[in-house]
């Protein structure tokens, strides 16, 4: 069955401080996506990846960071914490067929800024 | 600004009751609807999609309709039930860039 791993589940992080939620994918998808969720926003697009080594700017770039270090890991760095970035982050990986993509998306990680 | 607009934000039914959640969008280049459940506590889940060649999607309870002319998508639950209590999002993938934009949510909860 598909699998995608986030963690950790909820993160406590300071204004300033540097936070890296990570995300691992058994499904040997070349795509993974970051999105994060906010009540009134939907899931909007952080960054995102083709396959190990590249990484894409989505639709709300600015103050995240995106590594993809193997076709199983894809981590969002935030190198200076905002209080604005609290939120629920999702990873996704992709698979597409018959001309449409599915995402099949991890269980979230809940981030705090205080 | 907002590319996939969805209502109602959330909607109350009765056990049995016929739910029916709408989606509209502008972008001309969109070609593929998904529409994805979330309950509480867990990420999104495929339910059912639609390609734009297409007017009507069946899955058991579940149907999407599209209509092409209007820009408009819609989900139908027919007998709702209880376990149908989650957020749905209904989305939109551009043909050319293959990215997905999701609409707000609808927050679905069905009562016995």
């Known amino acids: 069955e598909a699998a995608v791993t986030q963690s950790p589940r909820n993160k406590v992080a300071v204004t300033g401080g540097k936070v890296t939620l990570s995300c691992n994918q058994t499904?040997?998808?070349?795509?993974m996506y970051w999105y994060r969720q906010d009540t009134g926003h939907g899931l909007r697009l952080i960054h995102y990846s083709y396959g190990a080594g590249s990484t894409e700017k989505g639709d709300i770039p600015d103050g995240y960071k995106a590594s993809r270090p193997s076709q199983e890991n894809f981590s969002l760095i935030l190198e200076l914490a905002t209080p604005s970035q609290t939120s629920v982050y999702f990873c996704?990986?992709?698979?597409?067929?018959?001309?449409?993509?599915?995402?099949?998306f991890g269980s979230g990680t809940r981030l705090t800024v205080l | 600004q907002q590319q996939v607009r969805q209502s109602p934000q959330s909607l109350t039914v009765w056990e049995g009751g016929t739910t029916v959640l709408t989606c509209s969008y502008e972008?001309?280049?969109?070609?593929?609807f998904p529409w994805y459940q979330q309950f509480p506590g867990e990420g999104p889940a495929l339910l059912i999609s639609i390609l734009s060649v297409s007017d009507k999607k069946e899955d058991g309870r579940f149907t999407t309709f599209f209509n092409k002319r209007e820009k408009k998508l819609s989900l139908h639950i027919i007998d709702s039930q209880p376990g149908d209590s989650a957020t749905y999002f209904c989305?939109?993938?551009?043909?050319?860039?293959?990215?997905?934009?999701f609409g707000d949510g609808t927050v679905l909860t069905v009562k016995p």
């Open positions: 989305a939109a993938e551009n043909t050319n860039t293959g990215k997905l934009t």
């Open positions: 972008d001309s280049t969109f070609n593929y």
């Open positions: 996704a990986s992709g698979e597409r067929g018959r001309g449409a993509e599915t995402l099949y």
């Open positions: 499904n040997n998808h070349n795509n």
